[in-house]
């Protein structure tokens, strides 16, 4: 179906009308409809499925808070704003706009607050290990590089990722807090109800949306404007063919199926522009257990490419670019345990030579590897990649074995980054960076505060969808009203 937004005289009646039309009800549309219905505008959320959650309900529910929690106090881990943007600015990435993670760090306790005010509970404990998707109540963790190479020797390490205090994945108790508070602040919802084109006077100003609920169609009409808050777009291959061809490799899209890119179609197709389409968080989950991060990454040559006790999304990246996609960890049998992702095993053999043999790498190629990974871990170094010492140990008690981690032998989660750029109070930008009046954006839809998979720290999707959620519906709603 096209994007191409309709003209206000195309419609033929209104279904709806509010200062703030919100286009979507995860974690980013609920945020921009309680900030909007707070500022005292008339808010409607129009949401596609037969309720609001999006990924966010799927989620783990981690947060990147910091600056000095009171999760972080009660755990002995002080933090500082500076040293939070400090952080935040490497894991945003190359890309990271400044005005973001400034924003993003002086107003990260203020966050938090808001949160705890929705009802969301957090448990003052700290968890003291290395964990993609933590199960347990257990609030904190490093839930990022904060304590790897390079990461570690320009920011002192501090944990930030923070789990609301439910066991399993707590997304969806989250979320549950998120739609509680939509309904509180007097927003309506109106579920079922998918948005296919905005409506654009012939100013540009966007002014409604239309869309189809029970199989007829709707119209809502903004006064204000509308905040598109839909998701990524990594459901749809032929967008990610067009825009990030390397996350094809991907084969486990982490999201709901409703991440197909609609928002961010509506928005190009009213003049936005949409920019870092090419970056996505991949996600191999070798560990826990963190065992496994005394292994050893070797490409499909025998040679190590990165360190391994590096965030996933770093490792993962490292694997798709710089191990081509192919990657096997080696392990001692005592290191070996069963990983979330449930790793096959790809050989198992009686010296690093047959490992390698088996695993079709070039004659010698592994064992010289492992010889001097294995004379420099017995000193508690490792130059070639600055892996932590408390996972530097020689792997000497035979037999081998090797996990597969290729891109084609294991599991590959990807979702996508990049999406409508958009100021930091969510007005979308077109391609010379001018506003298109009355359009808004956040969250995933957009290219916002965490730019690069390779750098990113867990939690930074669901703040980053929050907090700017929270300023494109102040923003929204204080736009001038028309008619
Ligand atoms: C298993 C898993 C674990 C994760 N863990 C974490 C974590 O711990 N921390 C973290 O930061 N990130 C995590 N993420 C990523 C994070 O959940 C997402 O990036 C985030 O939820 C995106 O929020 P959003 O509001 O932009 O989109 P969503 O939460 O997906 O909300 C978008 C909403 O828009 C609706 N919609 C879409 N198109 C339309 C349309 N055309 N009309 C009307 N409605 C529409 C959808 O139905 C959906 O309800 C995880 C993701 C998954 C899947």
Redesign the pocket.
């Known amino acids: 179906m096209s994007a191409r937004p309709l003209r206000p005289s195309d419609v033929e009646a209104w279904d709806a009308e509010a200062d703030v039309v919100v286009?979507?009800?995860?974690?980013?549309?609920?945020?921009a409809a309680i900030e909007a219905a707070g500022a005292g505008a008339e808010v409607v959320v129009?949401?596609?499925?037969t309720r609001?959650?999006?990924?966010?309900?799927?989620?783990?529910?981690?947060?990147?808070f910091g600056g000095g929690t009171a999760v972080q106090r009660a755990c002995g881990f002080p933090d500082s704003v500076e040293d939070m943007k400090a952080y935040v600015a490497m894991a945003a990435g190359a890309g990271a706009d400044p005005e973001r993670v400034e924003l993003y760090c002086e107003g990260s306790l203020e966050h938090f607050e808001w949160f705890r005010g929705l009802g969301v509970e957090y448990e003052e404990s700290f968890l003291d290990d290395k964990v993609t998707?933590p199960l347990t109540t257990h609030c904190l963790t490093f839930?990022g590089n904060e304590e790897c190479w390079p990461f570690s020797e320009q920011v002192r390490p501090v944990p930030r990722?923070h789990?609301p205090q439910r066991e399993g994945?707590?997304?969806g108790y989250l979320?549950e807090a998120v739609l509680a508070g939509t309904e509180r602040a007097g927003a309506s919802v109106v579920n079922e109800?998918?948005?296919?084109r905005l409506v654009q006077a012939e100013d540009g100003r966007v002014v409604g949306v239309v869309?189809r609920r029970d199989r007829a169609p709707f119209a809502a009409r903004a006064r204000c404007g509308v905040v598109l808050?839909?998701?990524?777009f990594v459901m749809d291959r032929e967008m990610l063919a067009r825009h990030a061809p390397q996350l094809l490799a991907c084969n486990y899209p982490?999201?709901?199926d409703?991440?197909?890119g609609?928002?961010i179609r509506?928005g190009m197709a009213a003049g936005g522009e949409a920019v870092n389409m090419g970056e996505g968080?991949v996600l191999n989950a070798y560990y826990p257990p963190s065992s496994h991060l005394r292994g050893v990454f070797v490409d499909g040559r025998g040679q190590r490419f990165v360190n391994e006790d590096a965030y996933l999304g770093r490792t993962s990246a490292a694997i798709l670019e710089r191990a081509d996609g192919r990657a096997f960890l080696v392990l001692e049998d005592a290191m070996h345990g069963r990983t979330q992702a449930f790793h096959k095993v790809a050989a198992v053999e009686e010296s690093f030579e047959a490992l390698g043999e088996a695993l079709g790498m070039p004659p010698g190629a592994l064992p010289v590897t492992m010889e001097r990974y294995n004379r420099w871990a017995a000193r508690g170094q490792d130059p070639l990649f600055q892996k932590h010492p408390k996972y530097l140990q020689p792997l000497v008690e035979p037999p081998f074995g090797a996990l597969d981690c290729t891109t084609d032998g294991s599991i590959f989660?990807v979702?996508t980054l990049g999406g409508l750029s958009v100021t930091a109070h969510g007005e979308v930008l077109d391609p010379d960076g001018t506003p298109v009046p009355g359009l808004f954006a956040?969250?995933?839809?957009?290219a916002g505060l965490p730019r690069e998979g390779r750098t990113y720290a867990?939690?930074?999707?669901?703040?980053?969808?929050?907090f700017f959620?929270r300023l494109a519906g102040r923003r929204a709603a204080a736009g001038p009203a028309t008619g």
Do not use: Q
């Open positions: 286009v979507g009800h995860g974690i980013a549309g609920g945020a129009l949401e596609r499925m609001g959650g999006g990924s966010t309900a799927l989620s783990t529910g981690i947060i990147y998707h839930s990722g789990k994945e707590a997304g979320m109800c998918r948005v296919d869309g808050t839909t998701g990524g982490v999201a709901t409703t991440d197909d609609s928002g509506m968080l989660g979702f956040a969250g995933r839809c957009t867990s939690g930074l999707s669901l703040g980053d969808a929050s959620g």
